[in-house]
């Protein structure tokens, strides 16, 4: 008996997702870059409804982004469970490289960083059934070595195993063992359009290893597909003997295509062949809409709204960079988020004041109510939708002409413009509502007294915040912020709520 499902299973910018189990649940990690905290992890029962538990890493010492570039910071993680332990490796490319942390619960705590000192990127974890651990990165194919798990410590020089079928970026390595076989499994193409999944195998986990004859396994390259891009998969065998492969993809708008929201995880099962290597998909190819074997146990729905009435940020928000603790508060004014706008602005690699969580629909509402009195023309902070320092998109208060003011802003590449501008009503001047419709194509500003009093200030295309444009790995995020722009604020900005709401409508 199988049942429909819909892909991506995590919308929004979850990249490079890596999946283990442990009993009936399954546990997942994406990459973060210069977002902190830094790697999301999440559970599920049926690999399709994931629950957000907690971050790997949620203290400077285990993730210093001081300086990291946007899409610099944490890429590719993997996550594997063994004798009683989490672990999480991955690479800081902008402070210290590759390393792992561990944990008894995914929620954690989790520990300080371990370092390996083996280059490349994608690291991953094996461990056999002899007790040797193997630690695979990707530079230029997939390079392994032996590891003391305790340590960190090399036990063997990194030795290049395989690399791949040709196709450029040779990357995301995972080692699984089945029926005797050792599998290796890369990504090649590299993560755009010409992405792809290959696998080979050999009786030993140093080879030689002996490519499919059918690579590759999954790609949507040239295919006529909403979904694009496919690539950086991990498998996972339920406890049912089933086996799924989560990978990354994205969903092109327009033309040229480009996209907006980053890359996404999608799901497939995947059925091993006579030849004994496995079928993903339809043949190596996956829609929207798929079937899964497994029983569905849907997660319980984030509410649209957010109150802030807890003196913890929900697991959804994230800062720019190490944020300096100074800047943001829960509970100095109960049921609000306030931010005291430092002297970066949304235009430095810094840390602003700033909290941001992921676009995860293309048809969403997004409003905030701001309380915020600005003294100068440089104060401001509102809402800001940014994919990064030079590509965003914001509504907020501000003072022109000596008045306070709303004002948006579109930053695209090096074309910096107020397009808009009204003076506010004194009874709107120090309570305003700040919201964003989007849509597939454009992203709607307006502000008012209350949600359902919003004028229309203006517009901004999804085209000029896509990765196509603005470049990187990561993908659209929807912020409240304060900055000074060069000085702190003397006022603090106070956010009363937050509203997230997805439009349904029929196209995924
Ligand atoms: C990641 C690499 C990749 O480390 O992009 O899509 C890098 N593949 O495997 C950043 O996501």
């Known amino acids: 008996m199988s049942t429909k499902y819909g892909n991506p299973v995590l919308p929004g910018f979850h990249p490079d997702p890596s999946v283990c189990r442990v009993g009936r649940d399954f546990y997942l990690v994406t990459s973060s870059f210069e977002y902190f905290p830094g790697v999301p992890i999440f559970h599920s029962r049926d690999l399709v409804s994931w629950r957000q538990i907690g971050h790997c890493l949620t203290r400077p010492s285990q993730l210093p982004l001081a300086g990291a570039t946007a899409s610099g910071g944490i890429w590719a993680p993997t996550l594997r469970h063994h004798n009683g332990l989490f672990y999480m490796t991955t690479t800081n490319t902008s402070s210290g490289g590759n390393f792992f942390v561990t944990a008894s619960a995914p929620e954690g705590p989790w520990s300080d960083p371990i370092a390996v000192a083996q280059p490349g990127i994608d690291p991953s974890l094996f461990f056999d059934e002899d ?3 193997i630690y695979s990165t990707a530079r230029g194919g997939a390079f392994q070595s032996r590891i003391d798990v305790a340590s960190g410590r090399l036990l063997s020089e990194p030795k290049l195993v395989w690399s791949g079928t040709g196709g450029q970026h040779p990357e995301g390595p995972h080692l699984y063992f089945r029926d005797g076989w050792y599998y290796l499994l890369l990504s090649e193409g590299g993560t755009e359009y010409g992405h792809m999944i290959t696998m080979a195998r050999a009786k030993s986990p140093w080879g030689p ?9 999954l790609t949507h390259r040239s295919a006529w597909s909403p979904i694009q891009a496919l690539g950086h998969a991990d498998l996972v065998e339920t406890s049912g003997g089933a086996w799924f492969a989560v990978f990354l993809g994205i969903r092109p708008n327009g033309y040229p295509p480009c ?5 996404e995880t999608f799901l497939s099962a995947l ?5 004994g290597f496995p079928v993903i998909g339809e043949n190596g190819r996956v829609a929207l809409e798929m079937e899964t074997p497994l029983e569905l146990e849907p997660a319980v729905d984030v509410p649209p709204r957010d109150d802030f009435t807890s003196t913890k940020l929900a697991l959804h928000w994230n800062f720019l960079r190490n944020p300096d603790p100074t800047r943001s508060s829960l509970d100095e004014r109960p049921g609000h988020v306030r931010l005291r706008g430092s002297e970066h602005g949304l235009d430095d690699v810094a840390s602003p004041a700033w909290v941001g969580r992921r676009q995860c629909h293309f048809e969403v509402f997004v409003a905030t109510c701001l309380e915020f009195k600005p003294e100068t023309e440089n104060e401001e902070a509102g809402l800001v939708v940014r994919m990064n320092e030079r590509h965003h998109y914001e509504i907020f208060v501000t003072r022109r002409a000596g008045q306070v003011s709303v004002v948006l802003r579109r930053r695209i590449g090096s074309l910096r413009a107020e397009v808009a501008c009204h003076t506010l009503l004194s009874s709107e001047a120090s309570r305003l509502v700040l919201a964003i419709e989007a849509d597939r194509d454009k992203y709607v500003f307006s502000y008012g007294p209350s949600d359902s009093e919003l004028r229309p200030l203006g517009e ?7 990765t196509e444009v603005a470049g990187g790995f990561t993908g659209v995020y929807f912020a409240m912020y304060a900055t000074g722009n060069g000085a702190p604020c003397a006022q603090a900005a106070d956010f009363d709520w937050f509203e997230y709401s ?4 029929a196209a995924r």
Request: glycine share 10%; proline share 6%; aromatic share 12%.
């Open 502 to 505: 997805e439009r349904k409508s």
């Open 209 to 217: 290893f002996e490519p499919c004859a059918r690579n590759p396994l």
């Open 131 to 133: 007790g040797t651990v």
């Open 259 to 263: 996209y907006h929201l980053g890359r």
């Open 271 to 275: 059925t091993w062949e006579k030849d």
């Open 460 to 466: 901004g295309e999804t085209r000029y915040l896509s």
